[in-house]
Each structure stands twice: as C-alpha cells, then as structure tokens.
C-alpha cells in the first residue's frame, strides 16, 4: 500500500487543498487502483464533508481500532463510498472520518490506526464496492512529530507490518519557521522535529526517503502580507480577484526540469541555517522564506535539479476562494482544470517517474 500522510504546523496552510489535489490526482492517473481519502482533522472535517456532499449513500461501513491502553476509548472510523465523474467514466473511492475527532494522537495511536486500516483493507473495499486499497490519503491538523516518534523501536509495527509499503509525509512549511530555524536552532522544539525525521528517513530509507517539503502561498507569506486583501495584492484592503499570485522562487524552483536525489530533512535545515539574505536586501518581507529557501537549494543543486522530495506550489488562484465550502458539487472536477493542480500534476509526475514503487 502507498500512504500520504499530509503534516503541517498551522492551520490555514493547504492541507485540505493538497488532500484533494492528491484525491483527484489519483482519480485521474490510478484509474483502477482503490483509493482511502481518511479526514482526522479535530476541528473542521473539510476534506470529507466535501467529498461527501450530494452524493449518495450506497454503502458505508465502521471498522474499531484497537485501543492503545487500557483505559483509552476505542477509536472507530466510519467510511462511505463516494463516486466522482472522471474524464466521462464514474470513479468510486471511500472516504473515512472518525466517530470521535477530537481524540489526540500519539506514535503508538497512528502506528494503531494505520495498521487497522491495513489489516480491514479488504473488508473495506468489499463492503464499498470499491478496487482493493492501495493508496491511503490521510488528511491532518497535526505536525509529524505528534504521529511518529523519535526512537527506532517506536516503528516495530510498521517493520513488522508495512516493510512493502511506501510512506510519502507531506510537511507543509510556514513563513514563521524559517525565524525558528535561524534564531532557535539549537532549541529542543527544533532538535526533536529533526530527530523526528532522521529516524523516519532511516525507518523508511527502502521507498528514497518519505518526507516531502512542501511550500505554498498560503503557508510561505506572513500575516502582515495578508493585511492589503489576500496576500496583499489587491490594495487598500481589496483583493485583486482577476490576478493569479505567484511566489517567484517558488516558480523558478518548479520549472528546474531535472529531478535530483533524495535531500535530508537535516541537511535542508543547516542548509537554511546557514544561508544568509537579509531583509533589507529585498525591500520586502514576503519574500524572505522563499529567497532563502531558492539559494538554499540553489546551493545545493547549482540550478540544474530540483530535490525530488521539494514540492513548490509557486501559485495562489482566486477560483480557489471558497474552496472549503461543503455545499459544493463536482469539486474535484472544479480543481483539475485550474493552473494549481496543473503544476502540482507535473511535479507529482516527475516523482513518481523517478522511483520505483
């Protein structure tokens, strides 16, 4: 099985979106591949109440995971099957969410639940009446260091149980971070984030290296940049609705045609750490992650590749405003015509192009 476990440090910076982009992605590309689109976000349920909306329940089914200690509720999840008009031919896929989404989750609870939906996997699929899973899209309020742990034996049941499986962790980066990485680097949050995926690299090290960078608009740009309208581009606190935003490095990073090796979550941090533009050099705050993140990699790769692992999403798009409202039809339809998925379908190619699943 492939898993997409989409990560991140803040709401608000794409992870419902990039659910659905890797939703209609796989419609499109794994025509006869099941597909598990799982929401666990506490606070809001995007991702499921907008695939489920207006579509009609033929099937859903619960499966229990099994409790961690003993006195820790059982977890169960719900699932329906929902099906999507791709390219003129119906595409079922199910979509899961939990009884109780306000449950945390710990190393040993995520290691738990994805096995149960590992070891149900049939089940699922028979009772939906769907292709036999083989990925698992899992949406997510929490950052990696929450659903994994930082010690080897943390991971037996994944060795033991998903030694074939492909892990892809999508961290969506935000503009604060960089302040982090540069003024705090020595701090135990950063220390423990880096642990954190030194040893899920290593665990994972079989599938070239699980976690993927990941940078968009929405997490690249800080709050005062939003404060003129969205991103800032529309004056006097009114957004530009009829202009595309686009992050220059960001698109300068993304048409690099070659695809280079695997870079570690370590060495892209010092590589940050390390790069020096400054402020003033600029005249605008915006830019500062991205500048450094484009020399970063710049550095590293002389111009000539993009890191396989480095996904840059350069473009906002108003058609995307409002995107998370529930009561919407054909969504997935909506967002495969638009210059976003576009970009985020060569990149994905490019990938999946360069490793052997």
Known sequence: MEWHVITGSKGGVGKTLLSLLLLAYHLEEKTNEGILVLDLN?????????????SKVSNDFEITVEKVERNEPNRIIKFQDVSYEVYSKQKSFAVGW??????????????NLLLGIKKHAQDIANELEISPLKHVIIDTNYHFCNLFGTQDEQY???QE??????????????????KQIKEEFKSSEIQTIMQTAKVIERIFEHNMGPIINTYTPLGMLPTEAKKGGIFGVGGEGVPNKNKDYIIKELEKLEKLEKVGNYISFQ?????????????????????????NLYK?????????????????????????????DRE????????????????FKKLLNRKYDNEIL
């Open 156 to 158: 037996a049941k994944y």
């Open 328 to 343: 919407r039809t054909n969504t997935i339809a909506l967002l495969r015509e638009l210059e976003t998925y576009k970009k």
């Open 98 to 111: 939990t009884v109780n989404p306000f449950l945390l989750y710990k190393y040993n609870d995520f290691a």
């Open 161 to 178: 149980n998903c030694a074939d499986d492909h892990f892809n962790v999508w961290f969506l980066w935000v503009y604060r971070q960089l």
């Open 296 to 324: 970063a990699i710049q550095e590293i790769s002389d111009d000539e590749f993009l890191p396989i692992n480095i996904f840059p999403l350069p473009i906002y798009q108003p058609a995307l405003e409002g995107y998370t």
């Open 267 to 291: 060495r892209l941090i010092k590589k940050l750490q390390n790069v020096r533009i400054e402020e003033n050099e600029l005249g605008d705050t915006r830019r500062i992650f991205s500048a």
């Open 42 to 54: 506490a606070m809001n349920t995007d991702t499921a109440a907008i695939l489920r909306f207006g």
